[in-house]
């Protein structure tokens, strides 16, 4: 499975941002995909992720109501939907692909993912 990220930018604190992870290889729609960040000197954190069938969600607590994850397997696409942004989200932004058969499984550590794409940069300016 090869991922790619997109959408990463520089914005003012308050805005928004959507990142896309365009997947492809094997049956993408199989795969829990989840979002990871990581800053300067900072080790790489979880952020989001989601079951194969969109039928589960998990965020950390720093993100929690202000970030969404969603995606369309038809597109073999994730999004992160990136609101009311603050300096600290400002990272590196990494997607992430784990194969679980359950439908309601998901990525909740860096430990577990399969793959991972490039990274797309995210500067929240104050």
């Known amino acids: 499975v090869h991922v790619v990220e997109s959408g990463g930018g520089l914005v003012q604190t308050g805005g928004s941002l959507r990142l896309s992870c365009a997947a492809s290889?094997?049956?993408?729609?199989?795969?829990?995909m989840g979002w990871f960040r990581q800053a300067p000197g900072k080790e790489r954190e979880f952020v989001a992720s989601i079951s194969w069938s969109g039928g589960s969600t998990y965020y950390a607590d720093s993100v929690k109501g202000r970030f969404t994850i969603s995606r369309d397997n038809a597109k073999n696409t994730v999004y992160l939907q990136m609101n009311s942004l603050k300096p600290e989200d400002t990272a590196v932004y990494y997607c992430?692909?784990?194969?679980?058969?359950?439908?309601?499984?998901?990525?909740?550590?860096?430990?577990?993912?399969?793959?991972w794409g490039q990274g797309t940069q995210v500067t929240v300016s104050s």
């Open positions: 290889g094997r049956t993408v729609s199989s795969y829990a």
């Open positions: 992430a692909a784990k194969y679980y058969s359950g439908r309601y499984s998901y990525i909740r550590t860096s430990l577990e993912p399969d793959y």
